[in-house]
C-alpha cells in the first residue's frame, strides 16, 4: 500500500502531550503490523537543541546516528522500540539552512527565494521523508511542536494544508486542544478547542480526529457539542484524560478507538483489536508494584525533563523488579561536606548526572565521594562519571589538584582531558563525539555480568575523555577501567568491583532505554538499590 501520513498538531496551549500520542498511536499502529516511524517538526530556529539551556527545552535526546534532537524522540523510542535518526528531528532552522545553502549554490537559477513555495516545499520533502533511502513504511507520524496560530508555525501548517490536497485520502490531520475545567464555575469548558479548531480551519486544514487533553472525564453529551461545533464525526473526538502513568495512554486510546479511526479515515479495514499482551503484562507489573526504593538525582538542573530520559530509565528498571522507585532531585551546587549526609539521608541509591560547566561540579564529587566511602549504590553518567573519576584521585590516589581541564585547563593532573578529535574545535553546536560507539567489556567486571555480552554499543554525547596515562595507578588502587572502546582506547565504563554497584559510564545508556526492554545497566543498578533499602529498613 501507498505510504500513510498523520500529522499531529496542538492547540490553545503546549505541553499537552503531543509527544504522548504521537508514541501511543505509534504503538497501536505497530501492534496491528505496520512498519512506522514517528518524527518532530520543531519551529525555533536554532539547527538543533544542543546548544540550548535544559531549562529551556529540557534533555537533549541523542540518535544512534549522532544528532542532538528534541526529548519528544525518546518518547518515540521508548514507546516503540524504533530507531530514530537525524531525518526524525527537522527544526525551522535546519529547513532554512537547506534553501539559503542551495540559494548560494545557485541551485533556485536566480529566483526569489520565499516561504512559499521555497520553504514549505522543503518543508513538505522533509515531511514526506523523500531523501531517506531503503525505508518501507506504513505509516509516517509527523508532529509539529508548538500551538497553532504561533507565527513559527505558519510554514508548517501551509506545508500540511498542500500535502492534504497532494495526498487525498493518504493523510489525515489529529489536533490536540484542550478543554479546561472551571472550579468556581463548576464545568469543562469547550470554547477553547473551539476557537483553536476554528484557527487550524483558517489555515485551510479540517482536523479529522481531535484528542481532547483534560482533567475530567468527558461525557458524551460534551463530546457531542465539540464534535459538532468543530464538524467532526462523534467517533473522532477522543479524550485523553490525566492518567497515572504516560505508559497508560496507548491503552486508553486504543480503548477509544483512536487507532481504528484513522484507519477508516484512510480507508483500511480495522480488523481485530490487538491484545498488546506484553504491553498489559508491563501495565501490570507498574500497577502492582508498592514498595517504595528511593534514589537521588544529584544534578544542577530542578526540572523533570533535563533528566527525562534517566528518570524513565529508573521508573521502567523499577517496575520490572515490581517496585516503585522513588526519585529525589538534589541540587548539586547545594551539596557540601557538612551537609551532605542530610541531603542523601535514607536514599538507596545515588545517580550523578550529566551536564556541562562549573556550577554544582563540587557537590557532585562530594555526593560521589559520600556514595564510595558509605558503600551505596552510585551510577555516574557521563560528566557523572568524570566526577568519580576527579574524587578517587583526589581521595585514593592523593592526587589533591586532580580536575578536568574543562573546569581547570591549569591543573597538574588532569585525569579527565578534551579529547584529541576535539581539539581543534572551535564551532559549539553539532561538534562533540555524539552518537553510538562499540565499547568491549572486561570479563568478569560487574558491568559485563548485566549486560550478558561483552561486546556492546552506546551513545555519547561529550568532549572530555578519561586520560589513560593515569589507568594504571587507577587499575592499581581498586578503581577498573572495565569497558573501553576498541578502535580510540577510551575507557567507557570504570567500577569499582569491592563496593556494592559503584559504576560510571561515559556513554548515556538511559537513551537505550525501552518499556518491553529496560537497560540492563539500569535494571541492575535498581536491583542493587533495593539490597541497599532492605539493609537501611533492617537498621
Known sequence: MNTKYIFITGGVVSSLGKGIISASLGKLLQARGFKVTIQKFDPYINIDPGTLNPYEHGECYVTADGMETDLDLGHYERFTGIHTTRENS????????????RERHGDYLGKTIQVVPHITDEIKRRMLRSDVKGED????ITEVGGTIGDIESAPFMEAIRQLRWQLGRDAVCVHLTYVPYLKAAGELKTKPTQHSVKEL??????????????????????????????????????????LPSIYEVPVNMQRQGLDAAILRKIGIPV???????????????????????????????????????????????????????????????????????????????????PGFGQRGIPGKIIAAEYARTHDIPCFG???????????????????????SSEMNPETP??????????????????????????????AGSRALEAYGTS???????????????YREAYEKAGMKCVGVNPEADLVEVVE????????????????????????????????????????????
Open 137 to 140: 513504511l506504513d505509516f509516517v
Open 201 to 242: 480551519q483558517g489555515m485551510g486544514i479540517q482536523p479529522d480526529i481531535l484528542v481532547l487533553r483534560t482533567e475530567k472525564h468527558l461525557d458524551d453529551a460534551l463530546r457531542m457539542k465539540v464534535a459538532s461545533f468543530c464538524n467532526v464525526d462523534l467517533e473522532c473526538v477522543v479524550q485523553s484524560e490525566d
Open 455 to 469: 561486546s556492546v554499543r552506546e551513545r555519547h554525547r561529550h568532549r572530555y575523555e578519561f586520560n589513560n596515562h
Open 413 to 442: 593532573h588532569n585525569v579527565i582531558d578534551l579529547m584529541e578529535e576535539q581539539k581543534n574545535i572551535t564551532q559549539m553546536g553539532g561538534t562533540m563525539r555524539l552518537g553510538e560507539y562499540p565499547c568491549e567489556l572486561r
Open 90 to 101: 527537522i527544526t525551522t532552522g535546519r529547513i532554512y539552512k537547506t534553501v539559503i545553502d
Open 496 to 539: 569499582i568491583p569491592t563496593l556494592r554497584w559503584y559504576i560510571g559510564t561515559q556513554f548515556h545508556p538511559e537513551y537505550s532505554s525501552t518499556v518491553l526492554h529496560p537497560h540492563p545497566l539500569f535494571v541492575s543498578f535498581v536491583k542493587a538499590c533495593i539490597l541497599q533499602a532492605s539493609d537501611l529498613a533492617r537498621q
Open 271 to 353: 480488523g481485530e483489536t490487538p491484545a498488546m499482551k506484553s504491553w498489559h503484562d508491563f501495565l501490570d507489573k507498574q500497577r502492582s508494584a508498592k514498595r517504595e526504593v528511593h534514589v537521588a538525582l544529584v544534578g544542577k538542573y530542578d526540572l523533570q525533563d533535563a533528566y527525562k530520559s534517566i528518570r524513565e530509565s529508573l521508573n521502567l528498571a523499577g517496575i520490572y523488579d515490581e517496585v516503585k522507585v522513588k526519585i529525589h532531585f538534589v541540587g548539586s551546587q547545594g551539596i557540601t561536606r557538612e551537609n551532605v549526609s542530610e541531603q542523601l539521608a535514607g536514599m538507596a541509591g545515588i545517580v550523578i548526572c
Open 381 to 403: 553518567i557521563c560528566l557523572g562519571m568524570q566526577m568519580m573519576v576527579i574524587e578517587f584521585a583526589r581521595d585514593v590516589l592523593n592526587l589533591e589538584d586532580a580536575d
